[in-house]
């Protein structure tokens, strides 16, 4: 991608950044209290990143739809826990999820020179 990006691309990749440490520290802690930081960044990815008319952006939308849409999945899915126990199965499916949502993370910081 280009060198030279826009306030909004580098606000979406500095939210891309947050989201990244965040899920690196949820992986290794397993802290599920991390999950309200992964939805701030999550949120405003998609604020600046929704109807932008910026070209980056718009190529990295295909990504930008599989994180979101397996973060609102993982919602979901905590949400049907009873009393916030995450049994075997949900926490099958919440940690598919975040593979999703971090492979989607490395291509969209590979489609634009971040690693």
Known sequence: MDNEVSKETAEFLT????????MKELFS?????LFPEMNDAIKRMHAVQHGSKDKVLEALDPECVV???NFDM???VLRTTEDGV????AQQAINKFLHN???????IAAA???V
Do not use: C, F
Not at 86 to 89: Q, T, V
Not at 101 to 107: F, K, L, P, R, T
């Open 101 to 107: 949502i971090d492979e989607a993370a490395v291509n």
């Open 29 to 33: 802690s397993g802290n599920v209290m």
């Open 86 to 89: 995450i049994d075997a199965g």
């Open 74 to 76: 993982i919602v979901k």
């Open 15 to 22: 939210q891309l950044v947050r989201l990244n440490a965040t």
């Open 67 to 69: 994180i979101y849409g």
């Open 112 to 114: 634009v020179g971040l």
